[in-house]
């Protein structure tokens, strides 16, 4: 990265303008006009490194940072000094987290490598037992393909390749090298590839390496295809580019003297996800990757409603798991000889089942190397055949549901290795059952934390695809409510009322500290409810509560009864069919004052009302996804707006504070590295605190000169962050490495 671009990176990154509300409209994203794709496609030659005028190229319209900027994000705040002490990890320990990958080590027995999606690599040298991190903290964490040259030499592939539906997936910083079992990395180049999908060693020629790279989810372009490298990664040439700049690669497969992959086409936005598309397919090489051809034969090969493929190879005999463009299943598909000619397998309301709405989450076929007859998908439930697909099971009681990445042993004849959205098993039954999970692995997703200074040993929170978690009631930690756990309270006067939600709004309150719960949201206003949906207490009194929909829902009584003090405060829902929740508040932020409440919303707005709803004004717009609102609670006129354009393609950070209500508005993001901004929290010192996804940072100065806070947390998004005054203790929940304490002001 040339001087010159950094410089303009950094000056994005440092301003500190008055800005007076409501601001102008963002500008509109890039879009996409996809060429049509000929049946027999050439390689497209060239470095996989652009020159520094690409990724001019490749900035945002009307901005001077480059889209690959979680990279250099990365950069910019391990050179930020740290202040503070040091973070305490707090678990959990016993909980688990999505795993996207794994890898066994060929020169050492029962050792398998675990990618998680955001929370880095991790190593088992007992067979699946426990883990620990063999990826450095400095790193990005988020994590898409891990493999294994026959020598042990382990290749990483940064990012993750499935999109997400409610939630946010992140990305990566290219290709990474280790020869001595993750002690020490070498970056391999595709830093520009958003997120890494498969990585194949040739096995003849462990110098030949294959890689899928999927692409940003949010920008188009950049390093996405398949490549290879033929000298283990000093160089890169794309030898399979897609239909259009969301075309990307999930799958690799080296069979023979035959190369198979699978090009998908996605893409997404705040308000709009497309998860199908013209480029999407499945593609075969006879001739190493020099040409290409389209699978046709029976398999649906090409057209807008093409979504997700999940391909499986062992020799001539091949199966695809074919989903719609929005998600639904469109078919299983079996090719007895290399993929010329395809047969539709019977319908199976299992196997329809196990992709729900959402079969772009999976989009993986596993076969047994000993017998091709039995074949394992992923889905919701794991789905068996051991009949090349006439007939299927379902297992979802056995293990955690939302399957992503398996591995039979070769070394322990039947023993299998499965990765979940709840982390690993194993079998020792071919997969068919008698799954044990990892008793020990610290790489859990958090959206939430909540404390209580009544009692310190007291942390709940939020956990993808984990339900809400507490410390308490059990093992710590156990799970108290279902789904993906969300919003979750601890009333500072009480610390057995609680209160807990999963997605989109499914919110239940407890008088005994969450054994029981009883459901409340069917009580509240709504047409549209975020997948995060916020809730609050007033600061005056914990009875009083509000919950955001599109509108404002307030309650007197503790969550009982709830009425709606405000109209549609967003600009109305957005264009998905499918997922009919843009356009909703995603923080609340009532003063002390027992009238002043403000809320932000997904689509950028910041509202007021000064009398609990009578009236309301509007003081921002145009600004990325609110994703905090903050009042200081000893002046309703001082308030902190934190934003994320993630979803966007928006890498830079949005801190915004206003010292007189909101009329006006002042730049606070400073010298912060380029990545959005999660949460903010104010200490009773003065001092602002922010959760960012790439750590936790603070200001002595009311915002713009800002220093990394503590010593010791891994460069992990942090979504929220919660402060306890009377003990000094800060608690971030991070999405990928579980709950860190620090002591602080």
Request: net charge neutral; hydrophobic share 35%.
């Amino acid at each position: 990265m040339g001087r010159g671009l950094l410089s303009l990176v950094l000056a994005a990154v440092t301003g500190a303008a008055l800005l007076t509300a409501p601001a102008g409209a963002a500008p509109p994203g890039p879009s996409a006009a996809p060429p049509g794709p000929s049946d027999v496609y050439r390689p497209v030659r060239g470095p996989a490194a652009p020159a520094e005028y690409r990724y001019l190229q490749k900035t945002l319209p009307g901005q001077s940072i480059p889209r690959h900027a979680h990279d250099l994000a990365a950069a910019q705040a391990r050179e930020l000094p740290v202040v503070g002490g040091r973070w305490k990890n707090v678990g959990p320990t016993n909980i688990g987290g999505r795993i996207v990958s794994l890898a066994l080590d060929p020169k050492r027995a029962d050792t398998l490598y675990a990618a998680a999606a955001s929370g880095g690599l991790w190593r088992s040298t007992d067979a699946g037992q426990t883990f620990h991190s063999v990826w450095p903290d400095s790193r990005t964490q988020a994590m898409g393909a891990v493999a294994t040259a026959p020598d042990g030499t382990l290749y990483v592939g940064t990012g993750e390749p499935n999109p997400g539906g409610g939630s946010i997936t992140y990305e990566g910083t290219g290709l990474y090298r280790s020869r001595d079992g993750g002690r020490t990395w070498t970056p391999l180049g595709l830093r520009d590839s958003g997120a890494i999908s498969a990585i194949t060693v040739d096995p003849a020629d462990p110098r030949r390496i294959y890689v899928a790279a999927a692409g940003s989810l949010y920008n188009g372009g950049g390093d996405r295809g398949v490549y290879r490298s033929r000298d283990g990664g000093a160089t890169w040439e794309r030898i399979l580019a897609g239909a259009n700049e969301f075309t990307g690669a999930t799958e690799i497969v080296l069979d023979g003297d035959r190369l198979y992959a699978v090009l998908w086409d996605k893409r997404r936005r705040p308000d709009l996800r497309t998860y199908g598309g013209a480029g999407s397919g499945v593609f075969r090489s006879t001739d190493g990757g020099e040409t290409w051809q389209r699978l046709g034969g029976g398999l649906p090969a090409q057209g807008p409603d093409v979504g997700r493929i999940g391909l499986g190879v062992a020799g001539d005999r091949l199966y695809a798991l074919v989903n719609r463009a929005g998600g639904s299943f469109e078919g299983f598909y079996a090719s007895s000889d290399g993929g010329d000619n395809w047969t539709r397998t019977p319908d199976h309301k299992a196997l329809a089942d196990s992709q729900s709405t959402f079969g772009w989450w999976f989009g993986k076929v596993w076969i047994d190397p000993r017998n091709a007859e039995h074949v394992h998908v992923a889905g919701v439930a794991l789905l068996t055949t051991k009949d090349g697909g006439a007939t299927w099971s379902a297992d979802d009681t056995s293990m955690h549901v939302d399957h992503h990445a398996m591995v039979w042993d070769p070394r322990r004849p039947g023993r299998v290795y499965l990765g979940n959205d709840g982390g690993v098993y194993r079998s020792d039954a071919d997969g068919d059952g008698g799954w044990v999970k990892s008793r020990h692995q610290p790489y859990t997703q958090l959206y939430s934390a909540a404390i209580t200074p009544q009692d310190v040993t007291r942390i709940s929170g939020g956990a993808q695809d984990n339900g809400s978690l507490r410390s308490w009631g059990g093992e710590r930690f156990n799970e108290y409510l279902g789904g993906d756990g969300e919003e979750n309270l601890i009333d500072p006067t009480d610390v057995n009322r609680v209160f807990a939600c999963y997605q989109y709004g499914n919110c239940f309150r407890s008088t005994d500290g969450g054994d029981t719960l009883t459901y409340f949201a069917d009580r509240t206003a709504y047409q549209r409810r975020n997948w995060f949906t916020p809730m609050a207490f007033d600061p005056r009194d914990p009875k009083v509560l509000y919950y955001g929909s599109e509108v404002l829902n307030r309650s007197t009584d503790g969550g009982e009864t709830w009425r709606p003090i405000s109209a549609d405060l967003t600009g109305g829902p957005g264009a998905d069919p499918l997922y009919a929740n843009y356009g909703t508040i995603t923080s609340i932020a009532p003063a002390a004052d027992g009238r002043t409440v403000y809320v932000g919303t997904d689509d950028g707005r910041v509202w007021v009302t000064r009398d609990l709803g009578a009236t309301w004004t509007k003081l921002a717009e145009g600004r990325p996804w609110v994703t905090r609102v903050l009042v200081d609670p000893r002046n309703p006129d001082r308030v902190w707006t934190t934003h994320s354009g993630y979803r966007s393609g928006d890498p830079l950070p949005h801190v915004y504070g206003s010292s007189d209500g909101g009329r006006h508005w002042r730049n606070l993001s400073g010298n912060l590295p380029a990545a959005p901004v999660n949460d903010l929290v104010a200490t009773r010192g003065g001092l602002l605190h922010i959760a960012t996804d790439q750590g936790v940072f603070t200001s002595a100065t009311g915002g713009g000169r800002w220093l990394r806070l503590g010593r010791g947390m891994p460069q992990v998004p942090v979504d929220d962050i919660e402060y306890d005054a009377r003990h000094h203790r800060l608690v971030a929940a991070t999405f990928g490495r579980g709950f860190y304490e620090l002591t602080t002001a």
